[in-house]
């Protein structure tokens, strides 16, 4: 299985919130590379193109105000984009990422999410006619409202 990771996922000062806290992705990833089988990749942040196909110009110029997390927030979406191709491939993928995107709509995002990360890879696949819907599990506590819209 691969693990699409970047170690930019490490930094927790991009925001004050729960998804940021440092030790989160430590803990995380301590436990697969112990594992020993995985392998590991790094993402290519997303280009513009496919945050588009999910969230408006208005939305992607307002994140643009903080550097560091919209940085992190296009690889993230890269991230998920890899996992998204290589599971099309056959292969089972686990995108270790954040931040987290389930509560990111269109033109609004909330709950430390920025963009929403699985639609935007799921519309990609679409777009390049891979797939023609998918079923989305989030196991979170709470909706994801970004994702169901």
């Given at each position: 299985?691969?693990?699409?990771?970047?170690?930019?996922?490490?930094?927790?000062?991009?925001?004050?919130?729960?998804?940021?806290?440092?030790?989160?992705?430590?803990?995380?990833?301590?436990?697969?590379?112990?594992?020993?089988?995985?392998?590991?990749?790094?993402?290519?942040?997303?280009?513009?193109?496919?945050?588009?196909?999910?969230?408006?110009?208005?939305?992607?110029?307002?994140?643009?105000?903080?550097?560091?997390?919209?940085?992190m927030a296009l690889l993230s979406a890269g991230g998920a984009i890899m996992?998204?191709?290589?599971?099309?491939?056959?292969?089972?993928?686990?995108?270790?990422?954040?931040?987290?995107?389930?509560?990111?709509?269109?033109?609004?995002?909330?709950?430390?999410?920025?963009?929403?990360?699985?639609?935007?890879?799921?519309?990609?696949?679409?777009?390049?006619?891979?797939?023609?819907?998918?079923?989305?599990?989030?196991?979170?506590?709470?909706?994801?409202?970004?994702?169901?819209?």
């Amino acid at each position: 299985m691969k693990i699409i990771f970047h170690k930019m996922f490490y930094n927790s000062d991009y925001a004050d919130d729960g998804a940021s806290v440092p030790g989160r992705m430590e803990s995380i990833m301590d436990k697969l590379t112990a594992n020993g089988k995985y392998v590991f990749i790094e993402p290519q942040p997303a280009s513009i193109e496919d945050i588009l196909r999910c969230h408006s110009a208005e939305m992607i110029e307002k994140e643009k105000n903080n550097e560091k997390r919209y940085e992190m927030a296009l690889l993230s979406a890269g991230g998920a984009i890899m996992a998204s191709e290589s599971c099309i491939d056959g292969e089972p993928s686990f995108a270790c990422i954040r931040p987290p995107g389930h509560h990111a709509s269109r033109d609004t995002n909330w709950g430390y999410c920025v963009f929403c990360n699985m639609a935007i890879a799921l519309l990609r696949l679409r777009e390049q006619g891979l797939i023609k819907s998918a079923f989305i599990l989030d196991f979170d506590a709470h909706t994801g409202d970004g994702t169901k819209n």
